[in-house]
């Protein structure tokens, strides 16, 4: 088995492997297997050109250089030039390189247009049906639609400073529930970003006369709001908390 040989083989199905991940992420379609074998394949590919460089050095010398006068060839001079013009358009993040980057992404995804600053009517609206959501859905047990409400790594930090993560663990299919009715008011709301909504107010249960205090945090998947974040805390905790710090 001839080394020559097998190192240019071994180049061709590396790049052709290359070639269908590499479309297939400009193409907005990789997902992360996609992008796992796309990395390890270029690894394979640098280690496999390096080899082809060894065993076709000679070969390439001659590409490069005019034997007859010693200088550069000009079959080099304009690939160099054109990887240059790539490299700093890429790293400057020129409008052509920039558009040329997101062409394939947008012909499969469509060229949306950015959503702008959300209004803070909106805000508000957003806020108060997602708790109305929330609290329908855990006052009457209902563990189908506080999946559709709650993220499935939606994160739970409560009173006693025990956090639980993961939808399944918060709403406890796996053991018997009491329904408690909750009642809820939105202190205020506020956007982080487009997409993030933080929401503070306090909420009173049957179980428990005190006020609680808490903190949700909406995030928006798609055009669906959903509470991916929990922070509950009592009156006391936070007065007790204002006075260290005052002190």
Do not use: C
């Amino acid at each position: 088995m001839k080394s020559k040989n097998l190192v240019s083989l071994s180049v061709a199905v590396v790049f052709f492997v290359l070639a269908a991940t590499g479309l297939l992420i400009y193409f907005g379609q990789g997902s992360h297997a996609v992008e796992h074998t796309h990395a390890w394949f270029g690894i394979l590919f640098v280690t496999a050109a390096l080899f082809h460089i060894v065993n076709n050095w000679a070969s390439i010398t001659g590409y490069t250089k005019d034997r007859r006068t010693g200088g550069i060839r000009r079959e080099f001079i304009v690939p160099a030039i054109v990887a240059v013009i790539f490299a700093v358009g890429i790293s400057a993040d020129l409008p052509v390189f920039s558009q040329l980057a997101n062409a394939g992404k947008n012909l499969f995804r469509g060229d949306k247009p950015r959503r702008g600053p959300l209004a803070q009517t909106a805000i508000d609206s957003i806020a108060r049906n997602t708790e109305a959501a929330f609290t329908k859905a855990y006052s009457t047990g209902d563990t189908a639609a506080l999946s559709t409400i709650l993220t499935q790594n939606t994160t739970v930090r409560n009173e006693a400073d025990d956090i639980t993560n993961g939808l399944t663990n918060l709403l406890g299919l796996d053991q018997p529930k009491t329904v408690d009715a909750l009642q809820t008011t939105i202190d205020r709301a506020q956007s982080i970003d487009d997409n993030i909504i933080v929401v503070y107010g306090t909420l009173t249960n049957t179980t428990k006369p005190e006020k609680t205090i808490y903190t949700h945090v909406l995030k928006r998947d798609d055009n669906r709001w959903q509470i991916a974040a929990i922070q509950t805390t009592s009156p006391s905790a936070v007065k007790a908390q204002k006075v260290t710090l005052v002190n």
